[in-house]
Each structure stands twice: as C-alpha cells, then as structure tokens.
C-alpha cells in the first residue's frame, strides 16, 4: 500500500509519524484519524488506523488457530480417515488442483497451520514483527484446512470473514501493542474484515430468501432449530406460537439490513455494535447450541484495541505531551 502525499503528513509507506501533523482530527479522545468518509469510497476504505489494533486482533487471530483446530473444527481430522473418493472438493480445490486428503495430507496440513500459527504468534507478541512470508503460509494452511473441511457435503458461512482476516494481516508489516501511527494500510485490512462481516449477514439474509423464500420467515424454522436442537433456556418459546414466528422476520430483517453498520463512526459505535452482534451469537448459543466462533474473532477486528495499549497520558495531535495545568485549573 502507497501512502498519501506529503500534503496529509504521511509517510511514503502510509503511516503518520510522532510529531507530524497530519490534517486529522481525534475521535472520541482517540487517536488521530481522518474525517469520516463515505462507506465504499477510496477515503474509507484507506482510512488510517492506528497499529495498535493491528497488533492485538493479529494475535488474537493466530492464537485462536490452535483452538479452531483441535476443538471448534476438531471433526476435520476425522476425515483423514474417510475413503478418498468421498472427497468432492469446492470449486478453488478443483482450479488449484489441490491434492485429495489423505491421512498424511490431513496430518501434515493441520500439525503445519498449527505450529506457522503459534510460532507467528509469537513473534508478534515478542517483537511486533508479523513477517509476511509466515503470515502467507497460515492463510494459505488454513484455507487449505478449510477446503478439507468443506468438500464432504457440508459449506459453513461463519468461516469467510476470518479466512479474509487471515489474509490481509499480512499485507500490514510491523505493528506493536504500544504503536500510536496511523496506518493506511492497516485501514485497509480492518475495512475489508469489517465488510467479509457485514456481508456474512446480508448474504445470509439473501440465501434465505433464495433457497426457502418467504416460508422461511412464515414457516416453522426456528420452531424446528428448537425440537431439535433446543435447551432449558429455549424450550419455552414453544409455548409460545408467535413468538418465534415474529423472531425470525427480525432476523431477517436485521440481516438485510447489516450494511447499515458500516456508518459507525466513533470508538464508542464500535464497541456498541461488536456487543450487539456477539450479544446475538451468545443468545443463539444459549438457545440452540450453534456458535459461530471464526466469525466472531472476525468481529473483534471492529474494536478500537489501541485504547487498551495506549499511555495513560494523552498526546496532543501534533504528538507532544498536553500542557500541564496548575493546580487550580
């Protein structure tokens, strides 16, 4: 990613420097950002971010890796052990040529993606340094990890948007937990990851509509998910008919109109928003056993992280300490 010109105060490689003034403007006593842009254009999808966020959902993304592996996506192993010519594999493992997952394929590729993953973890905690040809080498492990996953009869829709957090990670550089710069480049990453989201749900939205219709939101669909599926904490909503009739016209709703959280704008919206959408995915979780976890990793790329790994003392914008004020100020 090329930085703007000289004119905003950013450096060649798009990053703000300490002691530049750069023609940005703090949010919510955050650190300097550029004024907000509209949704889609070159001014949004460039907004620079601070480092720091980067630092931290990076290691919260490859340390989750191991966790997706050997417990959330534990079952995939199992399919070192199927017959080969149940593999029908997705449509990039029939372009790619990828190879059929036989047990050593499986083996090598899951004990891989997971040591690239530990080892990059480490880097980044130890040194903030993420170096690009690891960070390519967990995406493309895990993306293999999931075309294995995926080519038995069964496509999850909670694994693109940290798949796509997987690969755009890389493409930052250096980031530490304390690094105040404003990044381009790093607004880059986290727009693309917080739009893989949005469009997680709209999509949703959409194949609802178009592979059940209007049964699904008339139908008995959540009222079948809790026979099935449900818990202490569901089972009364069968008592009640219209409840979950009305739940699932929220839903969809709600779905459909996911582009809308792309107009947050302060810290404050963020944080809001993430509590919403994971408020959400619990309250699934509570009611019918189904969480998405990969998806919700990806929604922690939303946070405003450098908040937590920023000095205690403010700076100003030009990056100098605030005057002190006497005491009676």
Do not use: N
């Not at 989750?64 to 029908?88: C, G, K």
């Not at 690009?132 to 694994?159: N, P, T």
């Not at 809308?260 to 056993?289: E, N």
């Amino acid at each position: 990613m090329s930085g703007r010109t000289a004119v905003d105060g950013t450096t060649p490689d798009g990053t703000t420097p300490a002691g530049s003034a750069p023609a940005t403007r703090a949010l919510d006593g955050g650190p300097a950002v550029t004024a907000p842009a509209t949704p889609g254009t070159p001014g949004w999808w460039f907004r620079p971010v601070p480092l720091a966020r980067i630092a931290v959902f990076r290691a919260i993304a490859y340390l989750f890796i191991p966790v997706d592996v050997f417990l959330t996506t534990a079952w995939v192993r199992a399919h070192a052990d199927v017959p080969p010519e149940w593999y029908a594999p997705l449509l990039i493992g029939r372009l790619l040529h990828l190879p059929v997952p036989t047990h050593t394929v499986v083996v090598v590729v899951q004990w891989a993606l997971v040591l690239a993953a530990v080892v990059l973890a480490a880097l980044v905690a130890a040194t903030g340094r993420a170096p690009r040809l690891l960070g390519w080498a967990v995406f493309l492990l895990y993306a293999e990890w999931m075309v294995i996953a995926m080519s038995y009869g069964k496509v999850d829709h909670d694994r693109i948007a940290f798949l796509i957090a997987l690969a755009v990670l890389p493409t930052v550089g250096r980031a530490r937990f304390r690094d105040r710069r404003s990044s381009e480049a790093a607004g880059w990453a986290m727009a693309a990851v917080f739009v893989t989201v949005m469009l997680t749900y709209f999509l949703a939205a959409w194949a609802k509509m178009r592979f059940g219709g209007l049964d699904w939101a008339t139908g008995s669909t959540l009222t079948r998910a809790v026979v099935r599926r449900g818990t202490d904490l569901s089972l009364w909503t069968l008592d009640v008919p219209w409840l979950l009739a009305a739940a699932q016209w929220v839903m969809l709703v709600l779905e459909f109109a996911a582009p809308l959280m792309l107009l947050v704008r302060s810290g404050r919206a963020r944080i809001a928003l993430v509590l919403f959408l994971l408020g959400f995915h619990v309250m699934v979780y509570a009611g019918v056993g189904i969480i998405f976890l990969p998806h919700c990793i990806a929604i922690l790329s939303i946070l405003p992280w450098e908040r937590l790994t920023a000095d205690r003392r403010r700076t100003s914008l030009d990056g100098r300490p605030p005057p002190s004020r006497s005491a009676g100020g």
